[in-house]
């Protein structure tokens, strides 16, 4: 009886093989859903310097590249062979949104700019934001700008008599003093 009863568990785990899945009959993942339902998280991906048809149109050729900096921001790739192109480079992969990728060159000769290398596909600010809005449709646009009377509602800004008095108007501090600095100064003329 009892070879029998130590059997038993060897039997039924060798019968439950049985009905274990196969990897055909696994349900796998297709398209953005795991398993047919669930999606899963994808993290938002985002390289470069974002450039619009406004930011470009303030860049002209003749500028210095410090002020081609000031308006573009710093280049994401400089060569050392290479040091009269910028290559600005934009991507971003976001979840719900189409994959984009903008390349805008400046070209320089010595220190001023000569030219710049605009894709056509280059969108405006509004433009942009349309493009990455994840938003369902007939949800509510992302305000840009405040309106005038909104900004007349703004309280002012605080004075600079309200900011917290410095440590020079404290006096030093307590313990230490200081000799005058004319009597150094004339001690050594």
Same mark, same amino acid.
């Given at each position: 009886?009892? $070879? +029998? #009863? &130590?059997?038993? $568990? +060897? #039997? &039924?785990?060798?019968?439950?093989?049985?009905?274990?899945p196969t990897w055909d009959s696994l349900p796998s993942v297709t398209g953005d859903k795991v398993l047919g339902l669930v999606t899963p998280y994808r993290v938002e991906v985002v390289q470069g310097n974002v450039l619009t048809k406004e930011m470009v149109a303030r860049v002209k050729p003749g500028m210095p590249k410090a002020q081609v900096r000031d308006l573009l921001g710093s280049p994401l790739l400089t060569d050392v062979f290479h040091e009269a192109r910028w290559d600005y480079v934009f991507t971003i992969r976001r979840q719900g949104a189409p994959a984009q990728q903008r390349l805008v060159v400046a070209r320089f000769d010595g220190e001023r700019l000569q030219s710049?290398?605009?894709?056509?596909?280059?969108?405006?600010?509004?433009?942009?934001?349309?493009?990455?809005?994840?938003?369902?449709?007939?949800?509510k646009k992302p305000k840009l700008e405040l309106s005038e009377a909104e900004r007349a509602a703004l309280p002012p800004p605080k004075k600079s008599d309200e900011a917290a008095p410095t440590a020079a108007a404290e006096g030093p501090a307590p313990g230490r003093t200081y000799p005058p600095l004319d009597a150094k100064l004339g001690a050594g003329s």
């Open positions: 009886m009892r $070879p +029998l #009863l &130590a059997s038993f $568990p +060897l #039997l &039924a785990l060798l019968g439950g093989c049985s009905y274990l710049l290398e605009v894709p056509d596909d280059l969108p405006t600010e509004n433009d942009f934001v349309a493009s990455v809005n994840t938003f369902k449709p007939g949800s």
